[in-house]
């Protein structure tokens, strides 16, 4: 790592630790991953920041947020100032103004009641797929359905797609969502990243949602991440089988998010 670089990392953490305290938090000194929850008027929204070897010189931080109270167009909207906010600075340290952006966004902000769905569906057998695309605009990327893992009765099954921007997201999620048994399953998680490419060079925008599975969707963000995945979304359903699984439901939720992006073509090597 480039010695400036290191020596402005290390600056702005020791600041920011000093700055929030105890909600900052080192997730991993080896991939320099932290978080911070960010509390205004009763809401909150956690930032994940995952620091690579050339920033702040030549690239941002790799960040995703946790806010499964906001809806998708708020979660676009503070993607975007966000990223403007880089684009602003570029070579520049940039994780304390996008702090203060989120406190920003919160003071006026309302989370939205999100529709509630059957979760009680039961499946004794690996669920299937409907066939029936035709209410699908023609424009929805190719999804990829990956192998489905079966666990003490609970049922997880990845999907993949190809995206380069939001209207695609939307897109995949729609059609996943007409079939009844991936609408009523107990989580839909996601996670994707998009490549976008500015005036000033190329920016990542990416976001991920748990559905109820706390943390879930970050991990699965986290390792698209790993896999420095680009303009890839991934949906993992589980269909609860009434057995809490504890920590193996998040090697099943990894394992399910590889393995349809493999199973796409996606998978970087």
Not at 29 to 58: A, F, G, R
Not at 110 to 119: A, G, I, M
Request: charged share 30%.
């Amino acid at each position: 790592m480039d010695t400036a670089n290191l020596t402005k990392q290390n600056e702005e953490m020791e600041a920011l630790s000093a700055i929030y305290g105890d909600e900052w938090t080192v997730e991993s000194d080896k991939t320099k991953s932290y978080s911070i929850k960010i509390y205004e008027k009763k809401y909150e929204v956690v930032l994940y920041v995952t620091m690579p070897e050339d920033y702040p010189s030549q690239s941002p931080p790799s960040y995703e947020f946790s806010a499964p109270w906001m809806d998708r167009k708020d979660k676009s909207e503070l993607h975007q100032a966000l990223d403007e906010i880089y684009l602003e600075n570029i070579g520049k340290c940039v994780v304390f103004q996008w702090v203060e952006k989120i406190r920003e966004v919160l003071q006026t902000i309302k989370p939205k009641k999100r529709q509630k769905v059957n979760k009680t569906t039961k499946s004794k057998s690996p669920p299937k797929l409907s066939s029936d695309t035709s209410l699908v605009h023609s424009d929805c990327p190719e999804i990829t359905h990956g192998e489905v893992i079966v666990d003490r009765k609970s049922i997880f099954q990845g999907h993949a797609a190809e995206v380069h921007s939001i209207d695609d997201v939307n897109a995949v999620l729609t059609k996943l969502k007409m079939n009844k048994k991936i609408c009523h399953a107990k989580h839909n998680m996601y996670a994707y990243r998009i490549e976008r490419k500015t005036g000033k060079g190329n920016c990542i925008i990416q976001d991920c949602d748990n559905d109820g599975e706390a943390h879930a969707g970050g991990r699965m963000l986290h390792l698209m991440q790993i896999l420095d995945q680009k303009n890839t979304l991934v949906v993992v359903t589980r269909w609860y089988g009434g057995i809490q699984l504890g920590p193996d439901r998040f090697r099943h939720i990894n394992n399910a998010t590889r393995q349809a992006i493999e199973q796409a073509g996606l998978l970087k090597k």
